[in-house]
């Protein structure tokens, strides 16, 4: 096992869309209430620790169903061209755990004080559950992600969880109006797990397990489906009650960085 195909399996790539929502509730919070630099930065630190356990975790399901063949497009992992075995990969899922659980309970402490307020437990709750979802996308003995849920679980930990739950952590508050901003975060991310899914999909058909119910060629209406994704986020946007420069401007770079990440996939499977 070396560095290098940790870090590869990592997939830090990924590391932006996944920040993009709490980057966003980070700031609507920060135009309402004074938010300390320490809790900004734990909020951070968990939410990278929980996608790097989500990318390791994925590898290895789709390593151990087979539906990381040598017909899959796309880039190849530390699984798939020996970096790693499967038994160093379990032990590094086990490891992103343990920080998983540090950084959560961390953050909880700094911004609450305690972990023994009811916030703080209802927040140890949801993050044992994030955890789990990380976890069980293609990994586990039931993973929703070959059930077809994927999208649904995208949609809830990144965009509603991701926006809502770091503005709370961060302001101690809750605000209904969050929830637009959350749910075209929400749709940004599907809609990358979509063309992701569009990718992988004559490789995914050649194995047992499907992780999408998906049409059997790749024609125009998942095309069609991200456009719309993108565009109904954009209008979540402008529909906001007290748009606040920053976290708009941040919104519209999440948007350049979504867009220019489905084409780069496209074309990888082209």
Not at 163 to 168: A, K, L, R, W
């Amino acid at each position: 096992m070396t560095a290098k195909a940790v870090v590869r399996s990592m997939r830090l790539r990924t590391l932006p869309l996944s920040t993009a929502g709490v980057v966003l509730g980070i700031m609507l919070a920060c135009a309402d209430y004074t938010v300390p630099w320490y809790t900004i930065v734990l909020i951070i630190l968990t939410t990278i620790s929980l996608q790097i356990l989500s990318n390791m975790s994925n590898e290895l399901g789709d390593w151990l169903s087979g539906v990381d063949s040598d017909k899959r497009e796309g880039p190849v992992y530390s699984l798939g061209e020996g970096g790693l075995t499967t038994d160093q990969m379990r032990s590094c899922i086990r490891i992103m755990m343990l920080v998983c659980c540090i950084l959560g309970l961390g953050m909880i402490r700094a911004s609450f004080g305690t972990v023994f307020r009811i916030e703080s437990q209802i927040l140890i709750i949801l993050g044992g559950f994030a955890i789990w979802a990380a976890m069980n996308y293609t990994l586990g003995n039931r993973p929703y992600g070959y059930k077809g849920l994927g999208d649904l679980f995208v949609f809830i930990f990144f965009g509603l969880v991701s926006v809502m739950g770091s503005y709370f952590v961060a302001s101690h508050s809750f605000n209904w109006s969050i929830l637009m901003p959350g749910t075209a975060i929400g749709f940004f991310s599907v809609g990358v797990l979509n063309v992701n899914n569009i990718r992988d999909m004559e490789s995914d058909a050649d194995s047992r397990t499907v992780k999408t119910g998906r049409a059997p060629c790749k024609d125009i209406s998942y095309t069609a489906y991200c456009a719309w994704l993108v565009s109904d986020a954009h209008i979540y946007v402008l529909q906001f009650d007290r748009p606040s420069a920053l976290p708009v401007c941040y919104y519209a770079a999440s948007l350049y960085h979504t867009s220019d990440r489905c084409m780069e996939i496209l074309r990888q499977g082209a």
